[in-house]
């Protein structure tokens, strides 16, 4: 049996960017927190914490006075920025860049009078920080269901959170389109970041669609390793099983199924732009581990039962 791991999954260089400056600051021996769950993924949030990155919350920075507090690539609004500098904390901001430039061109919008619209989740640590930089004036649509929200006779910006699937955006693009006179579509224009040019998706996540179809139909079973609050490991979870309907979701090694590998030949691993590369290896080991067993049972019972 072969098993092969996705040579496109695993960490966006955003989050490789944001643990790698956890890192570095854990290296130096002081106090860590993470304001919120670093990454969608509790294995790796745990490899860390054993590191010693602790986990706290909005309500608990009250307690951190004088304390190191890293921003996690999702970003933050500006009242926790103003919080922290109240409190004395010295703040490591590993805010994606691609986050970042999404909140300044949403801010720059919200003052230049624009009404604001958000395709995302409005409880995602994402959207929190992007709804923030219009004071909480933002509308955040999951889906065209809820566009009765927008005040179609309002001059009106649409931008995305970045890990959301494009072809809703663009379904929510036309509907706005056929209703508001005054639309723009926010996008982001620089070089050194692999965005689309009319939407605020990020790329190496819709960039993915077609290489994680592609991959999924080649395979007999796929497995897809992420942490089950994953924004991105939703869309790309989806996309694989519409691919391949024998694809399974799986967090950790111990939800394996033997009897997921009978009578297969070709396994594939791929997972979320939160999912490390070493748990996607250990998920394969796990794999090839379990069938070696299974294979070595077939034959011993074929040697007793001529």
């Not at 860390?48 to 986990?55: C, F, I, Q």
């Not at 909005?58 to 690539?73: C, F, M, S, Y």
């Not at 889906?143 to 910006?157: G, H, L, P, Q």
């Not at 794999?287 to 070595?296: F, G, N, R, V, Y």
Request: charge should be negative.
């Amino acid at each position: 049996m072969n098993v092969t791991i996705d040579k496109f999954s695993g960490f966006c260089w955003g989050v490789v960017r944001t643990i790698d400056i956890a890192e570095q600051e854990l290296a130096e021996g002081e106090e860590l927190y993470s304001l919120g769950d670093i990454i969608h993924n509790p294995v790796e949030i745990q490899r860390l914490g054993d590191k010693g990155l602790k986990t706290v919350t909005t309500a608990g920075l009250e307690k951190l006075k004088g304390k190191k507090v890293l921003i996690r690539a999702h970003g933050e609004p500006p009242s926790t920025f103003k919080r922290a500098e109240e409190l004395g904390l010295t703040i490591i901001d590993a805010t994606c860049p691609v986050v970042t430039k999404v909140q300044e061109r949403i801010r720059r919008f919200y003052t230049d009078g624009y009404q604001v619209v958000i395709f995302g989740k409005k409880d995602h640590a994402e959207v929190i920080g992007l709804v923030g930089q219009t004071n909480g004036e933002a509308i955040v649509l999951k889906s065209t269901d809820e566009i009765e929200k927008i005040a179609f006779d309002r001059k009106t910006v649409l931008f995305s959170q970045t890990t959301m699937d494009k072809a809703t955006f663009y379904r929510l693009k036309e509907e706005l389109q056929k209703r508001v006179k005054e639309l723009v579509v926010g996008s982001i224009e620089d070089e050194a970041i692999e965005f689309h040019a009319k939407d605020t998706i990020c790329g190496q996540v819709s960039g993915r669609d077609k290489k994680i179809r592609e991959f999924a139909a080649s395979n007999d079973i796929v497995i897809f390793v992420a942490g089950r609050t994953s924004s991105n490991g939703k869309v790309l979870y989806d996309i694989a099983k519409e691919a391949n309907p024998k694809t399974f979701f799986v967090e950790t090694v111990s939800e394996l199924s033997t009897s997921w590998f009978h009578g297969v030949t070709n396994v594939g691993i791929t997972g979320a732009t939160s999912t490390p590369q070493w748990l996607m290896e250990k998920v394969k080991q796990e794999i090839e581990l379990k069938c070696d067993s299974q294979a070595t049972n077939v034959e011993q019972a074929q040697y007793s039962h001529p």
